[in-house]
């Protein structure tokens, strides 16, 4: 698996029909607006195949180090997998860089249960089970939908930008579909996918595991 990242004002009209024409869940709208929403893009290829990208951008949201990534997709082949893991070491290498030893918040916009399988490595995510988000927790969901312009569909108290936000989110399902608690899925119940809906979810990555995640092998 090729793993690269490039500005994102860097990409041609080749590259953008590439990522529509992958399989994934955006066409060529969606992704020329990431190019000029989003600093870096990230891709992967199994040979010259291209099976995964990624629009991101690092920066700091209320004075904090922060991964935003605007959109993420993977193609449903079988390697799918690989690629995933390869795109998320890629952004966990770039926090490493841009945030030497800093704590880092992620945050992502989800559509689907299954997707959260890329956060497996964030710790402190919230939402989460059994656990009641404090004010703080949740400015950050607020600062996030600002982040995406999507703050007017936000509803800070169940996450969910109700409608017309799908404008990125991560595209991902696992090989082998995860074991998905009934209190993890009952955060999507009020995500209205067919209407644009969206779960922004975030979380931390602390500095002497962002070392390691990050790691270049």
């Known amino acids: 698996m090729k793993i690269a990242t490039r500005d994102a004002s860097a990409l041609t009209d080749a590259d953008l029909d590439e990522f529509a024409a992958m399989g994934g869940a955006f066409g060529i709208g969606a992704v020329s607006k990431a190019k000029d929403s ?15 990208f990624m629009f991101l951008t690092l920066e700091r949201l209320g004075g ?8 993420l997709s ?15 070491t890629e952004a966990y290498h770039r926090a ?13 916009r989800f559509v689907t249960a299954a997707g959260l399988e890329a956060f497996a490595a964030v710790t402190s995510v919230i ?4 656990y ?6 949740r400015a950050w969901g607020r600062r996030l939908a600002r982040r995406y312009a999507i703050e007017p569909q936000y ?17 991902y399902e ?3 579909k995860p074991k998905i608690a009934a209190e993890v899925a009952a955060f999507f119940k009020g995500v209205n996918v067919a209407k644009g809906g969206v779960l922004i979810v975030h979380g931390w990555t602390m500095a002497e595991s962002l070392a390691k995640l990050g790691k270049k092998r």
């Open 64 to 71: 904090t180090p922060c991964v935003v990534m605007g959109l």
């Open 127 to 130: 939402p989460r089970p059994k």
């Open 174 to 176: 696992p090989v082998k």
């Open 96 to 108: 490493l860089m841009a945030f030497p030893d800093e704590d880092v918040v992620i945050g992502a």
């Open 155 to 171: 509803d800070p108290a169940t996450f969910i930008a109700k409608s017309n936000a799908q404008s990125g989110f991560i595209d």
């Open 38 to 52: 989003w600093v870096l893009a990230t891709t992967a290829y199994d040979g010259k195949t291209l099976v995964g």
């Open 132 to 137: 009641n988000a404090v004010g703080e927790e």
């Open 74 to 88: 993977v193609k449903p082949a079988a390697k799918r997998d690989l690629a995933m893991k390869g795109l998320m």
